[in-house]
């Protein structure tokens, strides 16, 4: 489903990416492990496009990305970010919502929430939790709430950037626990990064090292 050719990105005298083959086989869970400043995360956003490299070539399901039609494009993807990202402001299902409550194809509000208050459900969190903020959760409720996120639109794709950063490690064996029987269900592909061993082995169907070459500005070769 995804494909990387020879990706080059530099910024400035920092060469990040140099040479970068990797492939992403549809329905399989992708991990990236590697070093602070190894590339892993401008990787992820070559991915996505919100980055553009300076070579090579990325391709999902055959088509460039960086040709690709943007809503439509990024509305594949589905995104567990590392803080967890949640809008303060909202309440818990306007937060999980957040896709389905905008754009060309919005839905009325008591459909969005009843389809936030089932993904809450999905990751172990019950109907009360809907109409609280962010800042009343622990740190293992928010993060579950960013993952009821990310699969609220049943993307095709899930991103996970660090999803058990911050978490002892009763939360985050639950987390990846969750994330290996989500992507299970929905035969989603996911690509993580993270630095913790334990996640690595709880759902990595493949994994790919980001390493040194040489010189600190010579970076991540996979």
């Given at each position: 489903m995804i494909t990387l050719n020879d990706v080059h990105k530099a910024f400035g005298a920092n060469r990040v990416l140099q040479g970068v083959n990797l492939s992403i086989a549809s329905g399989t869970s992708m991990v990236i492990i590697g070093g602070s400043g190894t590339g892993k995360s401008v990787l992820l956003k070559c991915v996505l496009g919100l980055v553009r490299p300076d070579s090579g070539q990325i391709?999902?399901?055959?088509?460039?990305?960086?040709?690709?039609?943007?809503?439509?494009f990024l509305a594949r993807f589905g995104m567990?970010?590392?803080?967890?990202?949640?809008?303060?402001?909202?309440?818990?299902?306007?937060?999980?919502?957040f896709r389905l409550l905008r754009g060309a194809k919005a839905l009325p509000k008591p459909q969005a929430r009843e389809i936030a208050i089932e993904k809450l459900r999905r990751v172990g969190l019950k109907p009360d939790v809907a109409d609280q903020f962010p800042a009343e959760l622990s740190g293992g409720m928010q993060k579950r709430v960013g993952l009821a996120r990310a699969i609220a639109a049943s993307p095709e794709i899930i991103f996970f950037d660090e999803p058990t950063t911050g978490l002892d490690p009763i939360m985050a064996g639950v987390i990846n626990d969750l994330i290996r029987e989500i992507v299970?269900?929905?035969?989603?592909?996911?690509?993580?990064i993270t630095h913790d061993m334990s996640s690595v082995r709880a759902i990595a169907d493949n994994v790919a090292h980001a390493a040194w070459r040489g010189d600190p500005l010579d970076r991540a070769g996979f």
């Amino acid at each position: 489903m995804i494909t990387l050719n020879d990706v080059h990105k530099a910024f400035g005298a920092n060469r990040v990416l140099q040479g970068v083959n990797l492939s992403i086989a549809s329905g399989t869970s992708m991990v990236i492990i590697g070093g602070s400043g190894t590339g892993k995360s401008v990787l992820l956003k070559c991915v996505l496009g919100l980055v553009r490299p300076d070579s090579g070539q990325i391709m999902l399901d055959g088509q460039d990305v960086t040709k690709a039609d943007r809503d439509a494009f990024l509305a594949r993807f589905g995104m567990l970010f590392q803080g967890g990202a949640l809008f303060d402001s909202l309440r818990v299902w306007e937060n999980v919502a957040f896709r389905l409550l905008r754009g060309a194809k919005a839905l009325p509000k008591p459909q969005a929430r009843e389809i936030a208050i089932e993904k809450l459900r999905r990751v172990g969190l019950k109907p009360d939790v809907a109409d609280q903020f962010p800042a009343e959760l622990s740190g293992g409720m928010q993060k579950r709430v960013g993952l009821a996120r990310a699969i609220a639109a049943s993307p095709e794709i899930i991103f996970f950037d660090e999803p058990t950063t911050g978490l002892d490690p009763i939360m985050a064996g639950v987390i990846n626990d969750l994330i290996r029987e989500i992507v299970t269900e929905m035969g989603a592909t996911a690509m993580t990064i993270t630095h913790d061993m334990s996640s690595v082995r709880a759902i990595a169907d493949n994994v790919a090292h980001a390493a040194w070459r040489g010189d600190p500005l010579d970076r991540a070769g996979f």
